[in-house]
Each structure stands twice: as C-alpha cells, then as structure tokens.
C-alpha cells in the first residue's frame, strides 16, 4: 500500500482559504471542505484527460514516459500494499491488514499517473450504518463478531483499476445438434413388444465469424483483493468518470496499483476470451452443439488508470482474514462472515432431536 509525500508539495496540500488549515473532499457536497470553519471550495471537473493510451507502447521495454510520474509512497510494513495519502502522513492505517504503519521515510516510485476518477458518492455515516446493518444480519455469524469486525476499521480509499478496449475478430467452426424424437421398440420383462419416444440428435458442421469490440473491461489493480472481490461490488458507472485532480484525494487514501498494465491485460484478455466462446457457441448451437473451435485476432488495444472509490473493513477472525466492501459511489456491498461452529453444532443436535422425535411418535402410533 502506498501513501503520498513526506516532503511538503504545494499540489497535494490544499489550505483554507479562510482559516488557513488543510481541505478535505466531502462526499456529500461533492466540495472541498475545511472541518475547522466550514468553508468549500468547488473542484472543477472536466473529461478531457481521460483517454486511451496505447497498450503495446506501454508494453515495450522503453514504455510510454509520457504517461509516468514519480510519486512518494508509504507502504505498510506488514502486508506489503503501498499507499498514497494527499497529506504528509508519517503514520497510517493499512486499510488491507488493519494494521498502524509508523513510516516516516517515503520512497520515490515511477508509476502510471490515473488519468481519471470516480470522486466518493457514499460518506463515511452512511458506509457506517450500511456497514451495521450488514454485521446484524446473519444468524450463523459468531455472537462475538462485532469484537473483531469494528466500524472504526472501515476506511475509504481509492483503489486503483485499469479498463482494457480491443477489437477482436473471431472465425469459429464447430457442430450444432439439433434434437428430434424417434421411436424405439423393446421388449418388456413380460416378453410383451412395447414402444418408447427417444430424443436423438442429427449433428451438423457449422462455422462462421464473430466480430466484437470490447470496452472497458474493468481489472483491479491492486494484489491485496482478487478479481472476484472487485466483481462482487461491480459495476461502477464509469460514465460517471471526471479527469484525475489530488483534491479528491485530500483526506482519503489511495491505493497505489501493484498488478503492472501487462498482467492487468492478460487478466482483461481472459475474461474476453470466455465472452467470444459463448458467443461463437450461441451461434454454433441449435439445440447443443459441440467440438467448437474458435480462433480470434486482437487489435488496438488501449487501457486506462483510473481510481474508483471503495469502503473496506478487512479484519481477522481464528487467525482467518474476511473483507467487507463498500462501493463508494454505488453502495453496492459485499462481505464475507465467519460461521459459528457452536451455533452449527446446536442446530444439528436440534435436529437429531427433532427426527428422533418423529421416530419415536411414528412407532408409537
């Protein structure tokens, strides 16, 4: 996890305009806001920084300089994760490990500068009555859950994404099955002649193209979640998207990405490779189908960095780590609790209970 600069730099702290003191994004408003006089400051936003860059440039070993910048980064001494914070923050809460970093020597890093952002929709009391009704809801969950899963724990940042554009052409060939009935006569256990309707299939050899155009194909890009946790509080409205300005970051933190732009592609390829087999399978099939075979050419592939707003309590429970997330502008939530084994063990014993009851009654009548 990486976090913003030791130095002081005029481009990530934002002063009052009235009393002097730091300036932070409030979700509510959608404003700068200093908590000492109440006093906002609008932010600008436009879109004309957010664009596609070149995917197979930035693969090369001489890279696209043009797209880098050098960042002070904090990083957390025992998850590893590195984050950037708008302030200088010589202390931190590792929102992935829950752990308090004490890291006053920042280290200089070259990383893809975001070119856009989904600034914060949802504010800290809402994530936190979401976050409490999502932890009363359960019977299975250990009665001591709220002990290890605390509000305090919830901390909002900006993780970092790439989306993926390609166009892919596609030349499939398989067979299609296309189900009928027939009559099938047998001769029963009786020695008696009988009849039957049984489907069988006539196979057919199809092929044919499949051109598509993929757009913003949506990778994580920071190891400490898996893809399937960042599905699970899709989608962001990523029209939604304004051009990349700090002020959004004063007083939150920002993941910085450790998934480079090439194995973020490879991921974003996969999921489009599964999206052309089942298309080129709808088209293959008539009832079934089957021995598809699809071969596909991908071109101008492009990719962005953005950093999209996420609530996350990552807490232990028996040495067992569970994450519950927020989508920051949705609220879409998801999260994993652990199970009572006390609670399991009583609900079986009921249910002994309960048949052998029944058992009981049955014989008696």
């Known amino acids: 996890m990486e976090q913003l600069p030791v130095e002081k730099d005029p481009l ?48 090369t070993a001489a890279a696209d300089p043009s797209v880098e910048v ?19 923050t010589p202390t931190f809460i590792c929102a992935f490990c829950n752990f308090e970093v004490v890291n006053p020597v920042a280290y200089k890093t070259r990383i893809i500068q975001p070119s856009g952002i989904i600034p914060f929709k949802i504010e800290r009391q809402q994530s936190v009555s979401i976050f409490k009704t999502w932890l009363g809801k359960g019977f299975w969950a250990p009665n001591d859950l709220t002990e290890f899963a605390r509000q305090d724990s919830l901390h909002g940042m900006y993780l970092p994404f790439w989306t993926y554009d390609a166009q892919t052409n596609s030349s499939w060939e398989g067979y299609g099955g296309e189900h009928y ?16 309707s049984v489907q069988k299939t006539r196979w057919h050899y199809r092929s044919g193209h499949y051109n598509y155009f993929f757009d913003d194909i949506l990778i994580g890009g920071a190891a400490e979640l898996s893809q399937r946790e960042y599905e699970s509080i899709f989608p962001y409205q990523l029209e939604a998207l304004v051009n990349f300005d ?43 189908y089957r021995d598809l ?26 040495k067992k780590q569970y994450h519950f997330l927020i989508n920051g502008q949705t609220g879409r939530i998801y999260g994993k609790k652990p199970v009572s084994a006390t609670k ?8 002994l209970v309960v048949i052998i009851g029944l058992v009981f009654l049955f014989n008696a009548q």
Request: proline share 3%; glycine share 4%; with cysteine.
């Open 12 to 59: 990530l702290l934002f002063p009052c305009p009235g009393c002097n003191a730091q300036l932070h994004y409030n979700p509510k408003h959608q404003q700068l806001e200093c908590e000492h006089c109440g006093t906002r400051v609008a932010i600008e936003s436009g879109i004309d920084n957010i664009r596609e860059n070149d995917l197979h440039r930035q693969m």
């Open 70 to 88: 050098e960042q002070l980064v904090y990083k957390c001494n025992r998850c590893g994760s590195q984050t950037a914070f708008s302030s200088e």
């Open 181 to 196: 009935w027939d009559t099938e006569y047998y001769t029963d256990s009786e020695g008696k002649r009988q009849s039957r």
């Open 246 to 288: 700090a002020r959004y970051l004063s007083g939150w933190a920002a993941d910085v990405y450790d998934i480079p732009v090439a194995d973020g592609y490879e991921r974003a390829e996969e999921i489009m490779k599964n999206a052309i087999y089942n298309a080129c399978a709808d088209l293959c099939r008539i009832d079934t």
């Open 293 to 318: 075979s699809v071969s596909t050419r991908y071109s101008q592939q492009t990719y962005k960095h953005v950093l999209l707003p996420l609530w996350i309590c990552s807490y232990f429970y028996k």
């Open 344 to 351: 399991v063990t009583l609900a079986i014993l009921l249910a």
